[in-house]
């Protein structure tokens, strides 16, 4: 682990504006009311774009780190001409987060997810003895274990026991430091979740966070200040399929600092999000017009969520209604929320591989679908200036020639397992 220099900045409240100082692992305002993300103000107004050979701290100037930990890659972008040629499109950009050599792309875990990891990571300070916690439907958890592994930081993934097929790498984990553990086979990403904040009740555990910690969001919207970079504008349509949100929030959080930088554009990035239907809360939500996500039971939720291809997008309580959430950015941005079947996004998936060549993650896909529909529906402009999120790729041809590791579970809990018993079991494990 390299040290560079600290970034510098402060947080405000979105509830409250109130602005304050990091205490190191802040994620919330202090005394808040009413339920906010915070938000990292730099001291830098202009970016500057550092050296490629840095990676994702190319971005450090809106970065909330400490270090910078070998390893990362940056989000690539490229204009589209196979893809933009099939939908009529003349300014269809393509910002790809995965594993594509011949576009420089080298993410290893083949998701975007990494900009997160290497963001979170390089927030934390080193010498913290903590364990850190994190809950996925299994892309997160892959690239966290990726990264704590090489860079020895002590992490505990909790992840649904039918969703660890995803936890594959090309190198054997350190499992000194990394342990999984499991919600049973039958339950979802939310009782992983449920299974990691009883985690962090112990007093050896730090949550990361999710939605709530800056350095997650502001490392996915590296996919915004890539895209930016590389066509000199901020994107009038942005394109990306979603779960919890996260990723769009940081994409508009992106585009409001590049508004105040001032070199890019004056226009505000539209969210164009999408879901894998028939899960889509955060779509029926917004149609309904509601600030909260309506409610679903149990039992509907799961019976959705086995239903569609894409696992990851399956996020029951988003980060939706709370200050500077996703209902906010996307009344400020004028976006839509949009769905695709299981078959769109297949047939989506294989189009884009045979003329852009490289296969997609299956939430790439559904992203990839809503673009076709968007352009046969008319909701953008043939000369529009757009962005598309590929959020995750390369997979088959990264798996092609290597030989795979998979993490195994230390231990695995029925459903709502008691604080005590998971307590007592996590002793064992660190």
Not at 68 to 83: C, D, I, M, N, R
Not at 228 to 250: L, M
Request: one cysteine or more; proline letters at 5%; charged letters at 25%.
């Amino acid at each position: 682990m390299k040290k560079i220099s600290k970034t510098n900045y402060r947080l405000r409240s979105i509830a409250s504006g109130a602005v304050f100082d990091d205490e190191g692992w802040t994620l919330e305002a202090p005394d808040e009311l009413r339920p906010g993300l915070i938000r990292a103000l730099y001291e830098k107004k202009q970016i500057d774009f550092k050296d490629p050979s840095l990676g994702i701290y190319r971005f450090a100037d809106w970065l909330p780190v400490n270090n910078f930990l070998e390893g990362s890659s940056a989000p690539v972008t490229y204009k589209s001409e196979g893809l933009a040629g099939q939908l009529g499109l003349t300014n269809l950009y393509i910002t790809f987060s995965g594993y594509w050599p011949e576009k420089d792309a080298f993410m290893n875990t083949c998701s975007f997810k990494e900009t997160e990891a290497f963001s979170v990571c390089g927030r934390l300070n080193h010498c913290n003895s903590k364990v850190l916690v994190v809950a996925s439907a299994g892309n997160t958890s892959r690239s966290f274990a990726r990264v704590c592994s090489d860079h020895k930081i002590p992490l505990l993934i909790c992840v649904p026991e039918d969703n660890t097929d995803a936890l594959w790498f090309d190198a054997p984990i350190d499992e000194n430091y990394v342990k999984l553990i499991v919600s049973r086979t039958g339950s979802d990403y939310f009782d992983a979740i449920y299974l990691s904040n009883i985690a962090c009740r112990h007093p050896d555990f730090i949550p990361e966070g999710g939605a709530k910690n800056i350095a997650r969001r502001d490392g996915m919207g590296t996919t915004v200040l890539s895209a930016v970079e590389h066509i000199g504008r901020i994107p009038e349509y942005y394109f990306q399929a979603i779960g919890s949100g996260t990723g769009a929030i940081a994409a508009w959080e992106a585009s409001l600092r590049l508004l105040e930088d001032g070199r890019f554009g004056t226009h505000k990035m539209k969210l164009m999000v999408s879901q894998n239907h028939p899960f889509t809360p955060i779509m029926d939500s917004w149609l309904a017009g509601s600030r909260d996500i309506l409610p679903m039971n149990d039992e509907e939720a799961r019976g959705k969520v086995e239903k569609i291809m894409a696992k990851v997008l399956s996020n029951r309580k988003p980060p939706y209604a709370l200050a500077g959430g996703l209902y906010d950015a996307l009344k400020d941005a004028g976006g839509e929320v949009l769905a695709a079947t299981n078959r769109e996004a297949e047939e989506a998936g294989r189009l884009f591989e045979e003329i852009e060549g490289i296969d997609l993650h299956p939430a790439a896909s559904v992203a990839t679908a809503t673009l076709i529909r968007a352009v046969k529906d008319q909701k953008v402009d043939k000369d529009s200036l757009i962005m598309l999120n590929i959020t995750g790729g390369g997979e088959k041809k990264f798996m092609s020639d290597k030989a795979l590791y998979y993490l195994k579970p230390s231990e695995i809990f029925d459903m709502n397992p008691t604080v005590a018993e998971v307590h007592a079991r996590l002793d064992r494990l660190f």
